[in-house]
C-alpha cells in the first residue's frame, strides 16, 4: 500500500528549540510537496522539489525554515530556532512531474506545537 | 499569495440531501481538483478536471470544470456521514505549471 510517511506525528517544543519533521514520498514518485496548514491561512506551499533539487522556497521563511532532499526517499524540513506562530500542521506531499497534473498524495502530517 | 474563493465555508445538512460547493477566481485555469481532508489525515484527491466544460463523476461526486475556466463546481449527491470532511479545490493558472493555488475549503457535517 504506497503511502506517504511522515514523522513525527506530534511535536510539542519550546520557542527557541530546532524542530525536524521528516518525509519519505511514495517509491518512483520525483516531486515532493511541503506544505503548512493553518485555520487562517489554508494550505500554504514551502517548498517543492522536483528530481531532488528543489524548485521552489518562496513560500518559506529563510530565516529559519530550510528543506532539503538528500536522497530520493527522505525530504526534510528544518525549523531553527521555532516561534510560536510556526504552530501548524505541516503536510508532506509527492507525486509525478510527468503527469503535470497537479494529483499528489498527501501524508498525515506533523502537528507542531511550539510553546 | 494567491487563493480560489471557496464557498460555501461550512455547510451543516441532513442525511440523504444533496450538496454543492464551488469554487472561482479571476483568473484562467487549466486543471482543477477537488480533494477531501478528513480529521487528522492529509487531503485526499477525488476528483481532476483537465478540460473546459469537463464533467466527471467519482461515485456520488460530480465535478465540472466551469466554461469560462474560471470556475469549478463539486456536487455530492444523497450525502451519508463519512461524507464529513473539509473539501479542497485546487488549481493550476493557464501559464504556471507549478504551482496549485488553493481554496480555503468547505466544511460539510453530516446529520444522521
Known amino acids: 500500500d504506497a503511502r506517504v510517511t511522515q514523522t513525527p506525528r506530534h511535536k510539542v517544543t519550546e520557542m527557541g528549540q530546532e524542530v525536524t519533521m521528516r518525509c519519505q514520498p511514495i517509491?518512483?514518485?520525483?516531486?515532493v510537496f511541503w506544505y503548512r496548514q493553518t485555520m487562517m491561512q489554508g494550505l500554504e506551499l514551502l517548498a517543492y522539489?522536483?528530481?531532488?533539487?528543489?524548485?521552489?522556497d518562496s513560500g518559506m521563511p529563510k530565516d529559519r525554515f530550510s528543506a532539503e532532499m538528500p536522497d530520493a526517499t527522505l525530504a526534510t524540513l528544518k525549523i531553527q530556532p521555532s516561534e510560536p506562530r510556526d504552530s501548524a500542521v505541516y503536510f508532506c506531499?509527492?507525486?509525478?512531474?510527468?503527469?503535470?497534473?497537479?494529483?499528489?498524495?498527501f501524508g498525515e502530517g506533523s502537528r507542531l506545537t511550539v510553546l | 499569495g494567491q487563493q480560489l474563493n471557496q464557498s460555501p465555508q461550512s455547510m451543516f445538512i441532513q442525511e440523504g440531501e444533496d450538496v454543492s460547493m464551488n469554487c472561482t477566481s479571476s483568473?484562467?485555469?487549466?486543471?482543477w481538483l477537488w480533494y477531501k481532508q478528513d480529521p487528522g489525515e492529509g487531503p485526499v484527491l477525488l476528483i481532476a478536471?483537465?478540460?473546459a466544460g469537463e464533467l466527471t463523476s467519482n461515485g456520488r461526486l460530480t465535478a465540472q470544470f466551469g466554461i469560462t475556466r474560471k470556475d469549478s463546481f463539486l456536487n455530492i449527491s444523497a450525502s451519508i456521514p463519512s461524507d464529513v470532511g473539509i473539501y479542497f479545490c485546487?488549481?493550476?493558472?493557464?501559464?504556471?505549471?507549478?504551482?496549485?493555488?488553493w481554496g480555503l475549503g468547505t466544511s460539510l457535517a453530516v446529520n444522521p
Open positions: 478536471l483537465y478540460k
Open positions: 483568473s484562467i485555469f487549466n486543471t
Open positions: 506531499a509527492s507525486g509525478l512531474a510527468q503527469q503535470g497534473t497537479g494529483e499528489l498524495f
Open positions: 517509491l518512483g514518485h520525483n516531486t
Open positions: 485546487a488549481g493550476k493558472l493557464a501559464g504556471n505549471n507549478r504551482k496549485l493555488i
Open positions: 522539489f522536483r528530481n531532488r533539487a528543489p524548485l521552489d
